[in-house]
T-cell receptor, first 112, second 115 residues
Framework: RKEVEQDPGPFNVPEGATVAFNCTYS??????FFWYRQDCRKEPKLLMS???SGNEDGRFTAQLNRASQYISLLIRDSKLSDSATYLC?????????????FGKGTKLSVKP | GAGVSQSPSNKVTEKGKDVELRCDPI?????LYWYRQSLGQGLEFLIY????????KSGLPSDRFSAERTGGSVSTLTIQRTQQEDSAVYLC?????????????FGPGTRLTVL
């Protein structure tokens, strides 16, 4: 299994749709999980951290399933401005320090 | 400035030349990371610094790549004898400390083209 694996998409959805992305990770010792967003030809920016209990930020909901080693991101009521690539990010090693591994991203295109 | 800055923003060089890429971090952010992103690909980790020391250099692709950080601030990534496969966007990121739960703030990147 790759360290972090995502469906590359693209996901083409109409405005107002609900869309979900999944991501799997290989290291069961990983403890930190994030979703970053990257617009075309721009740098990545943090969208949200993913907590064990799941968390919500407006239209965005993130879930973590440790047993299955997967993370999900749900976007409700999609906006044109949500069009971007969504990167699943996991820390590489156990412990509180170290680097992060970025997935290759899932591309979302929201159409009018 | 308030954010991470990188220079140059674009660099075109000839195969075999050396290049130096610079990252100016957010003041007081002690953890600094270098990544590269080839066209249509994900971010590839290269190296990270906590202060001036580099706990993990495992991502450097070959001994042509090196990085240093001085004064816990500016970092430079040097690529010697560049090859065409080195063409990519090189991104620098910063975090307040070397902790896995910290957000990483990215600079705009240096787009390197090796002819």
């Amino acid at each position: 299994r790759k360290e972090v694996e995502q469906d590359p998409g693209p996901f083409n959805v109409p405005e107002g749709a609900t869309v979900a992305f999944n991501c799997t990770y290989s290291n069961s010792a990983s403890q930190s999980f994030f979703w970053y967003r990257q617009d075309c030809r721009k740098e990545p920016k943090l969208l949200m951290s993913v907590y064990s209990s799941g968390n919500e930020d407006g239209r965005f909901t993130a879930q973590l399933n440790r047993a299955s080693q997967y993370i999900s991101l749900l976007i409700r009521d999609s906006k044109l401005s949500d069009s971007a690539t969504y990167l699943c990010v996991v820390n590489r090693h156990g412990g509180s320090q170290g680097n992060l591994i970025f997935g290759k991203g899932t591309k979302l295109s929201v159409k009018p | 400035g308030a954010g991470v800055s990188q220079s140059p923003s674009n660099k075109v060089t000839e195969k075999g030349k050396d290049v130096e890429l610079r990252c100016d971090p957010i003041s007081g952010h002690t953890a600094l990371y270098w990544y590269r992103q080839s066209l249509g690909q994900g971010l590839e980790f290269l190296i990270y610094f906590q202060g001036n020391s580099a706990p993990d250099k495992s991502g450097l692709p070959s001994d042509r790549f090196s990085a240093e950080r001085t004064g816990g601030s500016v970092s430079t990534l040097t690529i010697q004898r560049t090859q065409q496969e080195d063409s990519a966007v090189y991104l620098c990121a910063n975090a307040p400390k070397d902790r896995i739960y910290n957000e990483q703030f990215f600079g705009p990147g240096t787009r390197l083209t090796v002819l």
